[in-house]
């Protein structure tokens, strides 16, 4: 059973505007959460990181939120970029094994 | 500094044949993680090496699944026999010491390109 969720496959936004990646978990003992964007036939790299004790962080256009009583995580980037084009993954982890969503394919349209 | 490097990046083998992907991590790092992603798929985890030790290997499919790393360094991932159901990407990731704490991405996992893995 997946503990971690990205429920939007793909996603589609201006370039200018605001995306905002999604991402819900089932397991209360996570204590820390990344996000993880990835090109076409490269390995993911690290984009962003919040733990548990924190609600959010932010780095640049990057701000990731965390909702405890939800069991919810996003991921805003604001201004998108046609850069910014990739497949997102949201991660979970309870010490040293992380779970991964499926990923949601970001498009920013130029 | 070089990155986490696998090899081969893309392998198609028959049903029944064995196949071996390497995984350099990064110089230094300890931790040696071993993932998969089936197509659409999450990223799963199969196996964490701490140096030579495995720490976890919870995510292996089956026993048709083996994993090594001597000496701490470099590991491989021998499948054999190769099923259909096999095929997938597998990805290895590498962070530092076990326990370390620098920044709050001290969990940080550093990917290599991935191996894709197609079985006829």
């Known amino acids: 059973d997946q503990q971690v969720k990205q429920n939007s496959p793909s996603l589609s936004v201006q370039e200018g505007r605001i995306s905002i990646l999604n991402c819900d978990y089932t397991n209360s003992m996570f204590d820390y959460f990344l996000w993880y964007k990835k090109y076409p036939a490269e390995g993911p790299t690290f984009l962003i990181s919040?733990?548990?004790?924190?609600d959010k962080n932010e780095d640049g256009r990057f701000t990731v939120f965390l909702n405890k009583s939800a069991k919810h995580l996003s991921l805003h980037i604001v201004p998108s970029q046609p850069g910014d084009s990739a497949v997102y993954f949201c991660?979970?982890?309870?010490?040293?094994?992380?779970?991964f969503g499926t990923g949601t394919s970001l498009t920013v349209i130029p | 500094e070089a990155g986490v490097t696998q090899f081969p990046s893309h392998s198609v083998i028959e049903k029944g044949q064995t196949v071996t992907l390497r995984c350099d991590p990064i110089s230094g790092h300890d931790n040696l993680y071993w993932y998969r992603r089936v197509m659409g798929k999450e990223i799963k985890f199969l196996l964490h090496?701490?140096?030579?030790?495995?720490?976890?290997e919870s995510g292996m499919p089956n026993n048709r699944f083996l994993a090594e790393r001597t000496g701490g360094t470099y590991s491989t991932l021998k499948v054999q026999p190769a099923e259909l159901e096999d095929s997938g990407v597998y990805f290895c990731a590498s962070s530092p010491q076990w326990g370390f704490h620098q920044r709050e991405s001290y969990n940080e996992q550093f990917f290599g390109p991935g191996t894709r893995l197609t079985v006829l």
């Open positions: 919040i733990s548990s004790i924190k």
């Open positions: 991660a979970a982890s309870t010490g040293n094994q992380f779970y």
């Open positions: 090496f701490v140096k030579e030790s495995k720490q976890d």
